[in-house]
């Protein structure tokens, strides 16, 4: 598949999803985090220095975040 259109989204919607871990799935939870409006709650997050980069980058875009439970950056 070398092309794939896709439509942007037209009205507010509220999802749930469960991918398995995957440092490259959590750099692209982080970044639809941080563009989303309100808050958002990540679970079974990897954290790895890619994902600490992404943080960092985010922060960079006044994004803001913290860690809920005992896993640590």
């Given at each position: 598949?070398?092309?794939?259109?896709?439509?942007?989204?037209?009205?507010?919607?509220?999802?749930?999803?469960?991918?398995?871990?995957?440092?490259?799935?959590?750099?692209?939870?982080?970044?639809?985090?941080?563009?989303?409006?309100?808050?958002?709650?990540?679970?079974?997050?990897?954290?790895?220095?890619?994902?600490?980069?992404?943080?960092?980058?985010?922060?960079?875009?006044?994004?803001?975040?913290?860690a809920i439970s005992?896993?640590?950056?």
């Amino acid at each position: 598949m070398s092309e794939v259109a896709i439509d942007p989204v037209t009205r507010p919607f509220n999802a749930s999803i469960s991918p398995p871990g995957s440092k490259s799935i959590t750099n692209r939870a982080l970044i639809l985090a941080a563009l989303a409006a309100g808050k958002s709650t990540l679970s079974n997050v990897l954290f790895a220095d890619d994902t600490r980069v992404m943080v960092e980058a985010l922060e960079l875009l006044d994004s803001k975040w913290r860690a809920i439970s005992s896993t640590r950056l």
